[in-house]
């Protein structure tokens, strides 16, 4: 064995539902091809993922069709590779994770998953396999590729039935180190028709909004079903965070519930919304602080990617952003680990992750308050937090911050002065989607932070929109590029693989 041996860490296994591929169908494919029958065990149903990936650690997450034990296998390049085994179960819908340590940075690594009836067996050449690579070490000035994007599965447009999610097609293609899924990754309080929203053809779903865990794992089935989709889950590395659409519209804890059917009225979505984000998604998970999705993660000498969770802390959207209540989005220990995160960290670059935009109005119905950080034409955001974000930004002297958001439903690019009195401190912030959702163009916009709106992709209106080729057009992803002299590049990126718009800025 290596001297730097792996240790894997158990962090969370899973649970129930309808497999892409079940032993059965397998079994009936191989008798019509005249084969023995495949041999009986769970099999992977919907297959691999590598996850939050840092320089020395990565959160392997696959599902079986039915309870056993989950094996992984490791290797890189002159490592010895080893077995790691995890039982799964109808508790957790049949998932498995497991924390991979111990190794080295700046790194490819291959590995393979399969699952057996015992602990010890199962056949390794059916696995299915993934790749990814571990983050540089910080003081590493290496270069960095990575794309996000959000709003999947959205208002009934969904899998077209013969291009599935056409945009995973393009993202694989740019060969990211990474790939963040910004929130909105599953719509669980909508339907997948067989006629789309722009009347496509569409693979149907088979669930309704979702009230129940089954219900959310499905949801979270019908996307890894998607074969792009899969193929980059299982070629490079993922990131994941939540928005509003994993549990319910404009959700916050104080505001989950829901009075009509199919929910019971007074239950609280947000336990089990989570349940299921976790059962699907390789987060990397810590037994002293469960459930904590807010995160960092340092990639060489140029980036310090800070996630946020803009959901789980925040006070009630109706409430009123004023001096006397300065409203919270992230909550007092979130607010003051960002705060910390940014100080103690020397990345040239730090780039904030918030499933909702800075200064796009958000909030459906507005009656019901705003869902997003600005107050616009009420007092109801979350302004002040975000004004107290800056505040630190600059007084600690950054000027190298960028912010990525999605949650809109169309592109726009934004720098931000703030600060009258400090016209040199400016953040930049890159709004993208859908990736495969409606369209809702909207050209409104709080000016308070010194706005600048440099950039806008989307159609004039929602209802100029008619057609499935029409809508296509705007679907769009965000990407981003460090080079090792530390210049950042920033781009938005059409379905089919097409830069819309590109920017370059240098680190000051």
């Known amino acids: 064995m290596s001297q730097r041996r792996l240790i894997a860490t158990v962090l969370l296994t899973a649970c129930v539902g309808l497999a892409s591929l079940t032993q059965a169908d397998a079994t009936e494919r191989d008798e019509q091809r005249g084969r023995a029958p495949a041999v009986a065990g769970p099999i992977v149903s919907h297959g691999v993922a ?13 599902r079986a069709d039915r309870a056993g034990y ?5 290797h890189g390049r002159g490592d010895d590779s080893r077995v790691y085994t995890r039982a799964v179960g109808a508790k957790r819908d049949f998932t498995g994770k497991l924390l991979i340590d111990g190794l080295k940075p700046n790194r490819e690594y291959t590995y393979q998953v399969w699952f057996s009836k015992q602990r010890q067996g199962g056949d390794p050449r059916a696995a299915a396999s993934g790749r990814f690579r571990t983050a540089p070490g910080p003081q590493q000035p290496a270069a960095v590729r990575f794309a996000w994007g959000g709003d999947v599965a959205g208002q009934n447009v969904c899998r077209d039935r013969s291009q599935g999610f056409p945009i995973f097609n393009s993202i694989n293609a740019l060969e990211p180190d990474f790939f963040l899924g910004l929130g909105d990754m599953i719509y669980a309080d909508g339907v997948c028709e067989s006629v789309g929203r722009y009347g496509n ?5 088979a669930f309704g909004p979702s009230a129940d865990l089954a219900d959310y794992w499905a949801h979270w089935k019908y996307n890894r079903e998607d074969d792009a989709y899969r193929r980059l889950l299982a070629k490079t590395a993922y990131v994941a965070i939540w928005d509003d659409h994993e549990v319910v519209n404009d959700f916050g804890p104080l505001h989950d519930t829901r009075d009509a059917a199919p929910y019971t009225p007074g239950e609280h979505l947000l336990p089990t919304g989570l349940q299921a984000f976790l059962d699907y998604n390789p987060v990397a998970e810590n037994r002293l602080t469960p459930e904590r999705l807010y995160r960092s993660i340092r990639w060489g000498r140029h980036l310090e990617l800070i996630v946020l969770d803009n959901r789980q802390y925040r006070d009630a959207n109706s409430e009123n952003d004023d001096d006397k209540l300065v409203k919270t989005m992230l909550g007092r220990e979130q607010l003051t680990w960002v705060k910390q995160t940014l100080r103690d960290s020397d990345a040239t670059w730090k780039i904030i992750v918030s499933s909702v935009p800075m200064s796009i109005p958000t909030g459906f119905p507005a009656a019901n308050g705003r869902d997003g950080w600005a107050n616009f034409d009420q007092d109801s955001g979350f302004e002040r937090e975000l004004v107290d974000i800056l505040k630190a930004l600059r007084e600690q002297g950054e000027r190298n911050v960028v912010f990525i958001t999605t949650d809109v439903h169309f592109a726009e690019v934004f720098r931000y002065t703030p600060f009258a009195a400090d016209p040199a401190f400016q953040v930049h912030e890159v709004v993208t989607g859908p990736m495969n959702a409606c369209l809702f163009p909207n050209r409104n916009f709080d000016t308070s932070l010194g706005t600048e709106s440099l950039f806008f992709y989307g159609p004039a209106s929602a209802d100029a929109v008619t057609d499935y080729a029409q809508a296509r057009q705007w679907m769009n992803f965000g990407a981003a590029s460090i080079d090792a002299d530390g210049r950042l590049s920033l781009s938005v990126i059409d379905v089919d693989g097409r830069p819309v718009y590109r920017t370059t800025l240098v680190p000051q």
């Open 70 to 74: 989950m094996h992984v296998r490791v």
């Open 50 to 62: 590598a996850g939050d990936a840092t320089s020395h650690s990565v959160v392997i997450w696959s």
């Open 201 to 205: 053809q569409q693979v149907a779903g």
